[in-house]
């Protein structure tokens, strides 16, 4: 639910003055406000030792941010045209997939590993609600914001989130037509077996063309 914490705690009074007094009204002093847009949902805590264990996540949207949305579209863009034409090379090398799945396996994370090493205050990351790799799964925050993603019309404009020590910069992948070889409803049976070796807790299967895939996250430093 979006809400307008700020505003709404300097209106309310103002609201019971009007409908209970019946003298003058009172000066009210002029206040400037900075509207936040905020988002509250329970999110469910894995726990060992208590059942049906929940916690409250409050992601803050900063959309106003221009200069940290530019900076972290800046990256995003910068580590997208690294790792594309890779993978779409690896693509059309082999039209069995094998050479793309295996490459895809072993190069992703490695590429985002090198990039995150020469770029020292914007970090790159993937994550998705239906991950393949473990290391991309997402934390509470991404959950949230990748769900909205998921229930808006539109995919093209990134979110920024303000973090206590950084920005998050997401931007929303779709489903491509080549990705759904290894990630769509009709994955061959070679392939099959190779993603359940490499991935045996998969959730990354069953996408149909432009279905919301998962984000890219640059997160920039405050």
């Known amino acids: 639910m979006k809400t307008k914490l700020l505003a709404l705690t300097l209106l309310t009074p103002l609201l019971y003055i009007g409908c209970n007094s019946s003298g003058t009204q009172p000066v009210t002093p002029t206040v400037k406000t900075k509207e936040v847009e905020v988002v509250k949902e329970e999110v469910k805590v894995a726990a060992t030792t208590k059942a049906n264990s929940f916690t409250e996540t409050t992601v803050s949207y900063a959309n106003n941010k221009g200069t940290v949305k530019a900076q972290g579209m800046m990256h995003i863009e910068s580590f997208m045209e690294t790792l594309q034409p890779t993978l779409m090379g690896l693509i059309k090398s082999d039209n069995t997939y094998k050479t793309a799945m295996g490459g ?85 049976e070679d392939l099959g077996k190779m993603l359940e070796k490499s991935y045996p807790k998969d959730m990354a299967t069953h996408f149909k063309l432009g279905e919301f895939r998962g984000a890219i996250v640059a997160e920039v430093k405050k």
Do not use: W
Request: proline letters at 6%.
């Open 104 to 188: 895809c396996t072993s190069m992703a994370q490695g590429m985002t590993n090198d990039y995150n090493a020469i770029s020292p205050d914007t970090k790159i990351r993937r994550t998705a609600l239906k991950y393949r790799n473990e290391k991309n799964k997402p934390d509470a925050t991404d959950t949230i914001v990748m769900e909205r993603f998921l229930a808006s019309k539109s995919l093209k404009e990134p979110l920024v989130v303000e973090m206590p020590n950084h920005y998050r910069v997401y931007k929303a992948l779709d489903m491509k037509q080549p990705c759904l070889a290894c990630h769509g409803t009709n994955i061959s």
